[in-house]
């Protein structure tokens, strides 16, 4: 059976409370302040998790660890905010093509939405299609469509509904760019910050390093790729089920 995100969402809520409605049966006297591994929540720091622009959303932080993207994108077909569905296998002939991974409400990706756009605008005319691909499984087209609106987001975001191509692409977190190669079957040339405006706790006003950038030029001159993206990153996290 297929579910969508939406689908998937409501079934683990309604499993969770399920689960918690039990848990409050078995003598919650004698468990008090304290879960069945012995962990004291009373303790925990639950500021640590910033649900402010979505139900669901957790905040990265510098102690969350990065793994690495999948090694090449297989090809997908995935419906835009834009009404439109979009094929990567479409762009086989592009010199790049160009991914954010997104998410609504996220403070990290409505910080970056300027800087991506500047980022396709410097590049339009070199034939290099821009995308952003949503996978939370909270987000719903309506809500896709809608962000693009409310931030003048131009270029079509994916609704990646079934979670299968954020699960094949190796992300974790929303406001990370993948720079693939179509004519090497769309490897991943680079995957991680588009530059370094946004750190952990701090913004500058503007990036000091252009890494997004830096690697296209490096493709279009013909030249090795030898950006590496920063080891922590900012976003927030992916839920995937």
């Not at 660890?65 to 419906?79: K, N, R």
């Amino acid at each position: 059976m297929s579910f969508t995100k939406r689908s998937q969402l409501l079934f683990v809520t309604a499993v969770s409370a399920l689960a918690l409605a039990a848990c409050s049966d078995q003598g919650a006297d004698e468990h008090a302040g304290m879960n069945h591994d012995g962990m004291d929540h009373a303790s925990m720091d639950h500021g640590s998790m910033d649900h402010s622009g979505h139900e669901g959303m957790e905040m990265a932080n510098a102690n969350t660890p990065s793994y690495g993207a999948a090694e090449h994108v297989a090809d997908f077909t995935l419906m835009g905010s834009d009404g439109q569905t979009h094929t990567l296998s479409d762009h086989s002939d592009a010199p790049a093509v160009v991914l954010m991974t997104h998410g609504v409400g996220c403070p990290i990706v409505r910080n970056a939405v300027t800087d991506y756009k500047e980022l396709a605008a410097q590049f339009e005319d070199q034939g290099i299609p821009f995308y952003m691909i949503n996978s939370n499984i909270q987000d719903d087209m309506d809500e896709l469509a809608a962000d693009a609106e409310l931030y003048s987001i131009t270029m079509p975001i994916l609704d990646d509904e079934d979670q299968s191509v954020g699960r094949q692409m190796g992300y974790d977190r929303t406001a990370q760019i993948y720079v693939l190669d179509p004519s090497d079957d769309f490897r991943v040339m680079y995957y991680g910050s588009l530059n370094d405006r946004q750190t952990y706790e701090r913004q500058r006003n503007e990036a000091q390093n252009h890494f997004a950038a830096e690697v296209l030029n490096q493709m279009l001159a013909g030249e090795e790729v030898t950006v590496t993206a920063p080891a922590i990153r900012a976003g927030c996290m992916i839920n995937f089920l």
